[in-house]
């Protein structure tokens, strides 16, 4: 089977590509791009925690081929983290311990960034929404929608 | 074992050539359902040599609702449905039934073509467009076709799409005049449910007066129809004469008559009644309010 050439911009860095028919984003991050802060839960778009963004919008990267992504900007957990340390978001997770296994935590991180990015402001409702397609087995969820809830009072710091 | 090389169509014209010229291909759009399917290695697939990617083609995207005529592209996503404020405004149970797909990530990636011609039972965009009268238009080399949203699905999985067609767009008259519609749904849980029962009811007052009306079911149904028995019911009644509760009966015994008795149906049947007996509600409700 011939390959596909693919250009995809990860955490800012550009990556040119030669990618398997059946390739899924997922694997493309894992396996050839290393970055292993993605997760594979379910592989069937139930848990999230595979969540990355891609054009500003959360997906799930076990339901995209990487040949599909062409040309597309992608932010994985790893992108968060900069020179200065971990961002306001991680660092309202750590803070309402919104963390306990740590599974779900890179997809949380990637769902609750695109909301942001896309609305500074949630709403409770709006929070809820945007995560809900994450599954955590262990918090219980609250930590983490106060965790997006402080993040977001303190994003434009 | 599914094995198959992808193609990558970068515009409509390519991919109606790809389809014509090869056998064995599978559109591939959002990927929420197939990707899945292949990816757990589905037997149903066994037979595909390729995949054809149409999600970048511009020609399927995009939200079109003039005056009268309504095109919505077959690769506009749910999320896509959702954020427009046209269909906010104008055809508000589109955005409801949207709403309840899935999840955030899978809304942003799942189109409505795709939820079409994937045809699940429970497909949460059926009754909507089927409640709007839509049409679907099938592309292929040879030129197009129209074909009723209702004509489209043939069974659970089963559409009149043929091998070497592409679902282009969706199609439509918008409703005139004072229309109020409703969208219910009850699934196991709320995010990422698949549905158990859905409908959707759009109904248009003359004075007051039922002037038309369309129930429609989705999920409850192997295929989603319009409830003959309670649209006969509410077409032509002064909107004071409606009882909810009786045309929530109605649909669900009409239910019952198209499925049989199954091992759901003690839930189902007043399921289904108490979902019937909201949305005529909330059509009564908005029409007092609108005056």
Same mark, same amino acid.
């Given at each position: 089977?011939?390959?596909?050439?693919?250009?995809?911009?990860?955490?800012?860095?550009?990556?040119?590509? &030669?990618?398997?028919?059946?390739? /899924?984003?997922?694997?493309?991050?894992?396996?050839?791009?290393?970055?292993?802060?993605?997760?594979?839960?379910?592989?069937?778009?139930?848990?999230?925690?595979?969540?990355? %963004?891609?054009?500003?919008?959360?997906?799930?990267?076990?339901? $995209?081929?990487?040949?599909?992504?062409?040309?597309?900007?992608?932010?994985?957990?790893?992108?968060?983290?900069?020179? =200065?340390?971990?961002?306001?978001?991680?660092?309202?997770?750590?803070?309402?311990?919104? %963390?306990?296994?740590?599974?779900?935590?890179?997809?949380?991180?990637?769902?609750?960034?695109?909301?942001?990015?896309?609305?500074?402001?949630?709403?409770?409702?709006?929070?809820?929404?945007?995560?809900?397609?994450?599954?955590?087995?262990?918090?219980?969820?609250?930590? $983490?929608?106060?965790?997006?809830?402080?993040?977001?009072?303190?994003?434009?710091? | 074992?599914?094995?198959?090389?992808?193609? /990558?169509?970068?515009?409509?014209?390519?991919?109606?050539? %790809?389809?014509?010229? &090869?056998?064995?291909?599978?559109?591939?759009?959002?990927?929420?359902?197939?990707?899945?399917?292949?990816?757990?290695?589905?037997?149903?697939?066994?037979?595909?040599?390729?995949?054809?990617?149409?999600?970048?083609?511009?020609?399927?995207?995009?939200?079109?609702?003039?005056?009268? &005529?309504?095109?919505?592209?077959?690769?506009?996503?749910?999320?896509?449905?959702?954020?427009?404020?046209?269909?906010?405004?104008?055809?508000?149970?589109?955005?409801?039934?949207?709403?309840?797909?899935?999840?955030?990530? $899978?809304?942003?990636?799942?189109?409505?073509?795709?939820?079409?011609?994937?045809?699940?039972?429970?497909?949460?965009?059926?009754?909507?467009?089927?409640?709007?009268?839509?049409?679907?238009?099938?592309?292929?080399?040879?030129?197009?076709? =129209? #074909?009723?949203?209702?004509?489209?699905?043939?069974?659970?999985?089963?559409?009149? #799409?043929?091998?070497?067609?592409?679902?282009?767009?969706?199609?439509?008259?918008?409703?005139?005049? =004072?229309?109020?519609?409703?969208?219910?749904? $009850?699934?196991? /849980?709320?995010?990422?449910?698949?549905?158990?029962?859905?409908?959707?009811?759009?109904?248009?007052? =003359?004075?007051?007066?039922?002037?038309?009306?369309?129930?429609?079911?989705?999920?409850?149904?192997?295929?989603?129809?319009?409830?003959?028995?309670?649209?006969?019911?509410?077409?032509?009644?002064?909107?004071?004469?409606?009882?909810?509760?009786?045309?929530?009966?109605?649909?669900?015994?009409?239910?019952?008559?198209?499925?049989?008795?199954?091992?759901?149906?003690?839930?189902?049947?007043?399921?289904?009644?108490?979902?019937?007996? /909201?949305?005529?509600?909330?059509?009564?409700?908005?029409?007092?309010?609108?005056?």
């Amino acid at each position: 089977m011939a390959k596909l050439d693919v250009e995809i911009t990860v955490n800012s860095k550009k990556y040119n590509l &030669k990618v398997g028919s059946q390739e /899924r984003l997922l694997d493309t991050i894992r396996k050839e791009l290393k970055l292993t802060g993605t997760k594979e839960g379910c592989s069937v778009g139930e848990c999230g925690a595979c969540t990355v %963004i891609v054009d500003d919008k959360a997906v799930n990267s076990c339901m $995209i081929l990487t040949a599909q992504v062409d040309g597309s900007e992608i932010i994985t957990v790893e992108g968060l983290e900069s020179k =200065k340390g971990l961002s306001p978001l991680q660092k309202a997770f750590v803070e309402k311990q919104a %963390i306990q296994c740590g599974f779900c935590t890179p997809g949380m991180l990637m769902s609750a960034l695109a909301l942001l990015k896309n609305n500074p402001r949630p709403n409770k409702e709006k929070i809820k929404t945007a995560l809900e397609g994450n599954l955590c087995r262990c918090t219980g969820y609250q930590q $983490i929608i106060e965790a997006v809830e402080t993040a977001a009072k303190e994003w434009g710091v | 074992m599914v094995e198959y090389q992808l193609l /990558r169509a970068t515009s409509l014209v390519e991919a109606l050539e %790809i389809l014509a010229e &090869k056998d064995n291909v599978e559109c591939l759009a959002g990927g929420t359902d197939l990707l899945v399917d292949l990816h757990k290695q589905d037997s149903k697939f066994d037979q595909i040599d390729y995949v054809l990617d149409i999600s970048s083609l511009k020609e399927l995207k995009g939200i079109n609702l003039g005056d009268k &005529k309504a095109v919505i592209g077959s690769l506009t996503t749910h999320a896509d449905l959702i954020e427009s404020e046209e269909i906010q405004q104008k055809l508000p149970f589109i955005a409801e039934a949207a709403k309840s797909i899935g999840s955030t990530q $899978i809304r942003n990636r799942a189109t409505i073509g795709g939820n079409l011609v994937n045809a699940a039972a429970c497909a949460d965009s059926f009754s909507p467009l089927i409640a709007l009268e839509a049409e679907v238009v099938l592309a292929s080399r040879n030129g197009e076709r =129209k #074909l009723s949203v209702r004509d489209f699905v043939k069974a659970p999985y089963k559409t009149a #799409l043929k091998k070497d067609e592409l679902l282009k767009e969706i199609v439509f008259e918008l409703p005139q005049g =004072k229309y109020y519609s409703s969208y219910q749904k $009850i699934g196991r /849980r709320k995010a990422l449910s698949i549905s158990r029962i859905s409908l959707t009811l759009l109904g248009e007052v =003359k004075v007051d007066k039922v002037f038309k009306i369309q129930v429609v079911s989705g999920a409850a149904t192997p295929s989603p129809v319009p409830f003959a028995e309670v649209n006969s019911y509410l077409l032509n009644k002064k909107l004071a004469d409606i009882d909810p509760v009786e045309a929530g009966r109605l649909a669900a015994e009409e239910m019952v008559e198209i499925t049989g008795e199954r091992w759901s149906t003690p839930y189902k049947r007043p399921a289904l009644a108490k979902l019937v007996e /909201r949305a005529v509600d909330d059509f009564l409700k908005e029409a007092a309010n609108s005056g």
